[in-house]
């Protein structure tokens, strides 16, 4: 179902499947009721301040004006980073949830949009030897070159909550079912060879929201009980499956989802519904708990690893606070003039987050992961 304008396209229903469409600036998101935090009607976001922080660098202006896209109608957000680490990227969203798509040098030079009017995308992620990819939410995976040459991946693509799933090479993709379909399955497809496998069929089962072993030969996954075709009966946890052996084994004790696999490989995040997020091996045993009440809940990432697994980035009460996997040290990174925050993501060395803010002016950030430096990067005004 394909709206013809943005003011239409408030909610679809089947199979007990909602998609809540919220505006936050200008972008829309889109949320399932079933899954746990993200039936969410709005999301808040409000400005902080930090003390202890210095006065953060300001930032260039984005001289690049955009026809159709003023600065106070538009929102940067989904910052991402090239893997090699010598390029960024981010998604400029429009009016009427039209998109543009820009790349820039990793200090802000050279910025310039390689496609505009995209409708209605939703994540976008850049991953190694597969370039940038973007979700949109009328379920479709596309794959853009730097040149704005666009192709579709996956025609049915149900995105996650947190991210894209892939693997590290970039060659495998993940995605779920339709919440409340009670067919399962959990499906990863080869980008470069083509082959599809399917990863659970039990009709007593809804799964989504996978998230890829680093090697792309495991899954886990969050589940849902169907007692009855199209309803849902609570959460079933979080599981893990292998691609080679197949079969699959839960990790989680009491509920939990949006699993976010390690880049090591060694751990799995997820949250647990209550307030927390959980670090369990793939085996399911626990190794740490850290209080996250009050997580922004939104399409972009609230919580992510760090590239060398060692520290956890949680967009929290509408500052992006990080967590030491091994300490459990909280250490607020975002000072007060960034302003209302709207995405992040990690550098490939684990040093810095490329943050999106503003709302009358977005802008584009680096923060230090030791919260010891912000400076400002661009903005559009």
């Known amino acids: 179902m394909s709206p013809s304008s943005s003011e239409g396209f408030d909610r679809v229903v089947s199979c007990s499947y909602i998609r809540g469409v919220t505006k936050v600036g200008v972008r829309f998101f889109r949320s399932r009721a079933p899954r746990g935090w993200r039936a969410r009607a709005s999301v808040a976001l409000a400005v902080v301040s930090l003390a202890a922080l210095a006065p953060p660098s300001p930032a260039a202006p984005l001289a690049s004006a955009t026809a159709g896209c003023p600065a106070r109608e538009s929102t940067i957000v989904d910052p991402v980073w090239s893997p090699d680490a010598k390029q960024?990227?981010?998604?400029?969203?429009?009016?009427?949830?039209?998109?543009?798509?820009?790349?820039?040098?990793?200090?802000?030079?050279?910025?310039?949009?390689?496609?505009?009017?995209?409708?209605?995308?939703?994540?976008?992620?850049?991953?190694?030897?597969?370039?940038?990819?973007?979700?949109?939410?009328?379920?479709?995976?596309?794959?853009?070159?730097?040149?704005?040459?666009?192709?579709?991946?996956?025609?049915?693509?149900?995105?996650?909550?947190?991210?894209?799933?892939?693997?590290?090479a970039g060659d495998r993709v993940a995605w779920g079912?339709?919440?409340?379909?009670?067919?399962?399955?959990?499906?990863?497809?080869?980008?470069?060879?083509?082959?599809?496998?399917?990863?659970?069929?039990?009709?007593?089962?809804?799964?989504?929201?996978?998230?890829?072993?680093?090697?792309?030969?495991?899954?886990?996954?969050?589940?849902?009980?169907?007692?009855?075709?199209?309803?849902?009966?609570?959460?079933?946890?979080?599981?893990?499956?292998?691609?080679?052996?197949?079969?699959s084994r839960r990790i989680s004790s009491s509920g939990g989802n949006s699993p976010e696999w390690s880049p090591d490989g060694r751990s799995i995040l997820y949250d647990d519904g209550h307030g927390h997020l959980i670090v369990v091996s793939p085996s399911g045993r626990r190794k740490a708990t850290f209080p996250v009440e009050g997580a922004t809940k939104s399409p972009a990432p609230n919580f992510a690893w760090s590239p060398n697994s060692r520290n956890i980035a949680v967009w929290s009460h509408d500052a992006l606070v990080v967590f030491g996997v091994s300490t459990v040290r909280r250490t607020r990174v975002t000072p007060s003039s960034i302003g209302q925050m709207s995405g992040f993501a990690w550098s490939p060395d684990s040093k810095t987050l490329l943050v999106s803010a503003g709302s009358s002016c977005p802008s584009l950030w680096l923060v230090g992961a030791d919260g010891s430096t912000a400076r400002g990067l661009l903005r559009r005004c």
């Open 177 to 247: 079912v339709l919440g409340c379909a009670c067919e399962g399955p959990i499906h990863v497809k080869s980008l470069f060879s083509g082959w599809t496998k399917t990863i659970g069929t039990n009709p007593r089962f809804s799964d989504g929201n996978p998230t890829l072993s680093p090697d792309g030969q495991r899954v886990a996954f969050e589940r849902e009980r169907c007692p009855a075709f199209g309803e849902c009966g609570g959460s079933a946890g979080i599981w893990v499956s292998s691609l080679v052996v197949g079969g």
């Open 88 to 168: 960024i990227a981010w998604v400029l969203s429009c009016k009427k949830a039209v998109a543009q798509v820009w790349i820039a040098a990793a200090d802000g030079s050279r910025a310039h949009a390689i496609a505009r009017n995209i409708p209605f995308l939703y994540q976008l992620a850049w991953v190694r030897t597969g370039g940038l990819l973007y979700s949109v939410i009328t379920d479709q995976l596309w794959r853009l070159s730097l040149t704005g040459r666009r192709s579709v991946v996956v025609s049915e693509f149900q995105p996650s909550a947190q991210r894209i799933p892939t693997d590290a």
